[in-house]
């Protein structure tokens, strides 16, 4: 938004600046609603239980709510930015100050998405989708619209703080196994010709729950329990991920 359209001193001029608000409203409304789609959206019905410890159901069930109010409160967070950046775009603060802030926040960002991407490299898609954000809040900064990029500073920063805190739920977990080759099969009983219940990414992390000889029964941060052949994960700490096989 222009410094003439936030100045506009004629009656044209307020026109423009009501117009422009509403749209920023608008777009702004419309980006939370859609994180609010996304975080509020209650987990899939587990499958039925097939050579698998119902107990297991239970506390994946109690994980996966504890896991939908942190995002809850980040979600919440988003609001508060959006009407901060509202404020902003109708009060018409847009001095050095303001700018200079937003440039501070920017680079804290940066760092902060950097820090978490490192923490948990199994979700390397979704720091590319938060430094989009940044990138986006740059051109927002450099168009002289600090309002908006400090809102989307602000979303970027809640995305790399989701990413910490599954890193910090890794790396408190016992049992923690990776997984190996780049696409591999949750199955729903031990054995290479059960039903797929879910395909795990290369490196995402599961944890561990019971053993029937070579196969391992297993969660994963989404709620997602399966089983999968030992061969297919590596310990924390153990070297590069090498494809094996069975699937």
Known sequence: MGASLLDGRTGGGRSCVRASRARVAGGLAVSVLLSSCALLRPPPPAPPPEHIDVSVYKRVADERAEVLEKENERLRADLRAAEETLLAVESGMKGTQRGAEAVSMLAEARLQVDRAAKRAPWRASTA?????????????????????????VSRAARIAGTIGAEADLV?????????????????????KDAAVRAVLSGGMPVFLEHTAGDW??????????????????????????VPASPR
């Open 216 to 241: 391992l029964l297993v969660r994963t941060i989404a709620g997602e329990v399966g089983w999968m052949h030992a061969s297919l994960l590596r310990e924390k700490g153990a070297g590069a991920p």
């Open 128 to 152: 590319a989708e938060a430094r989009e954000k940044l990138d986006e809040a740059s051109r927002q900064l450099a168009d002289g619209h600090i309002g908006s990029a400090i809102f989307f």
């Open 171 to 191: 790396a408190k977990e016992q049992g923690v196994r990776f997984v190996k080759g780049s696409r591999v099969n949750l199955r729903g009983a031990p054995s």
